[in-house]
Each structure stands twice: as structure tokens, then as C-alpha cells.
């Protein structure tokens, strides 16, 4: 379990971790798809198939979460695509209370996201979210994801952060491992990020499925 009385600062990632990741899932892996294949007079399947591969191509890298990048790589409105499915956004169910209880302890709250800025906007106007926060840090300011080293001297040097006391939750292992690298002493993955998708075993890491659990 977490010992509370040593954490003073709460990094939390946005996409799986504060929000239900089944917005990003659709959009990514049908959404898109559906449009490209239907731009460029190819099969859904067909589609599918060539942004897997570009999704691999560009896997743990700033371009991966960039809007501008796949707008330029596809020939999309990425933007305008994700506010007609922007009803499938949703706050997790048990985030409200785990924020409202971290707030009441005194604990810093700080929003590390590798999101775009626009996506963060998006977000922030659906969900409100932005109201628990007492900071929000997306890394595209930084050119650098949150799977880089660089990333995480640069935020712990511009915020002020001790990393001993600090906690980091993400549903992402790669992203998890990196904060682990970096130093940070407090980590915990959210084992259900996408709540149409079944739980993720994750062995390395202390895990939740109901930040309820852990106030």
C-alpha cells in the first residue's frame, strides 16, 4: 500500500489514468481508420493494417501523441474528427472522490500528460478535470515523451518536485518504467484504463482498478 505521510506531490498522467481510455481507443483504432479508408478508396481492413504499422513506426515518441503530426501523416482533420466523438469522453468513476480526498490532505496535484495541448483542451472543457489541478504539463512543450529520460530532468527541474516524495500513476508499463529509471519512488498502475476492455495483468508494479480502494 501507499504510504500517504511520504508523498507531498501527485503526478498523474491524463488518458487511461484520470479519464476512461475508451474515447481514445475508438478513435484511434476505429475512428481513423474509418476515414482513411474511406479518403483513399482502400478496405477498412487495409486501413487498419497501415496504421498499425505507422502506430509501431512511431511507439513511445513524441509523434505518436502529436494531432499536428497525423493531421500532416494523413491527411486528416484530426481535431474536427475527435470533437464529433467527444460524447465518449468520460471521467472515471472513481476519480472525483480520489482527487477530492488527495486535496483535502494537502497533496499537490499535478497533470504530466503526454496528450496534445488541443486533446488537453478538450478534455479540460468536457470533463472539468482541470478544476482539481493545481498544475498541467503536457510534454509537447518539451518536444519529448514521457518514455524519455530528458523528459523527466527537464519537469523535475522547471517544477521543483522531490522525486522521494513524489507519486506518479500512469496505465502505461513503458512510461512507468521510465519515471522507475528516472527515480521517482512512488509509482502505481491503473490496471483498467479503457473500461470497455478487460483488466491488464501488471505484475511489476502496485495496481489499482478503484482509486477508492487506496484513500
Known sequence: ????????TVLLDMDGTLLDLHFD????????????????NI???E?????????????????????????EQLNLPIMELKRQTQHLIQVREDVPHFLTELKKAGKELILLTNAHP??????FEHTAIDNYLDGVVSTHQYGV?????????????????NKHRTLFVDDSVPVL???????IEHLLAVANPDSQQP?????????????RTII
Open 1 to 8: 500500500m501507499l504510504n500517504w505521510s511520504k508523498i507531498d
Open 25 to 40: 481507443s475508438h478513435f484511434w483504432l476505429n475512428v481513423v481508420p474509418e476515414q482513411l479508408a474511406l479518403t483513399r
Open 43 to 45: 478496405t477498412l481492413d
Open 47 to 71: 486501413a487498419k493494417a497501415d496504421m498499425h504499422k505507422r502506430y509501431q513506426a512511431v511507439s513511445g515518441q513524441i509523434q505518436w501523441y502529436c494531432l499536428d503530426y497525423w493531421e
Open 118 to 123: 488541443e486533446n488537453v483542451m478538450l478534455k
Open 145 to 161: 515523451s514521457k518514455e524519455q529520460q530528458s523528459l523527466w530532468h527537464q519537469v523535475q527541474k522547471d517544477l521543483g518536485f
Open 177 to 183: 518504467n521510465a519515471a522507475r529509471e528516472y527515480g
Open 199 to 211: 483488466h491488464n495483468e501488471i505484475a511489476d508494479y502496485l495496481n489499482v482498478t478503484d482509486y
